[in-house]
């Protein structure tokens, strides 16, 4: 069974930067999409990054494109989210979720949280001076 831990959460000024990590145990992410979601207090899940299994393609939201990037470690069966320029409204408690598609160059959509079969517990996120 596939697990997913994820860390590297905490609390960073307005401007900050943090690397969220995404840790498979119980098999392989060479053969999974991975997808970075968030939800604050009050509002909905929202889509913030996606990447392909082989880490060719990836997909960002609006909100955060040029300022996050998704890459994958498959070494270390890991994912990351290096979030730069980290704004109040990115606080929120991050998810990373793993989708089963083989080996490709298939980007989930951010808008289909549905379609991931395996989600970590969370690392919260907190962007306040």
């Known amino acids: 069974q596939l697990q997913l831990v994820e860390s590297g959460g905490g609390l960073v000024q307005p401007g900050g930067s943090l690397r969220l990590a995404c840790a498979a145990s119980g098999g392989s992410l060479d053969y999974y999409g991975i997808g970075w979601f968030r939800q604050a207090p009050g509002k909905e899940r929202e889509g913030v990054a996606c990447i392909s299994s082989n880490g060719g393609n990836s997909d960002y939201a609006d909100s955060v494109k040029g300022r996050f990037t998704i890459s994958r470690d498959f070494a270390k069966n890991t994912v990351y989210l290096q979030m730069n320029t980290l704004k109040p409204e990115d606080t929120a408690v991050y998810y990373c979720?793993?989708?089963?598609?083989?080996?490709?160059?298939?980007?989930?959509?951010?808008?289909?949280?549905?379609?991931?079969?395996?989600w970590g517990q969370g690392t919260q996120v907190t962007v306040s001076s």
């Open positions: 979720a793993a989708r089963f598609q083989g080996y490709s160059d298939y980007v989930p959509h951010l808008l289909y949280p549905a379609d991931f079969g395996y």
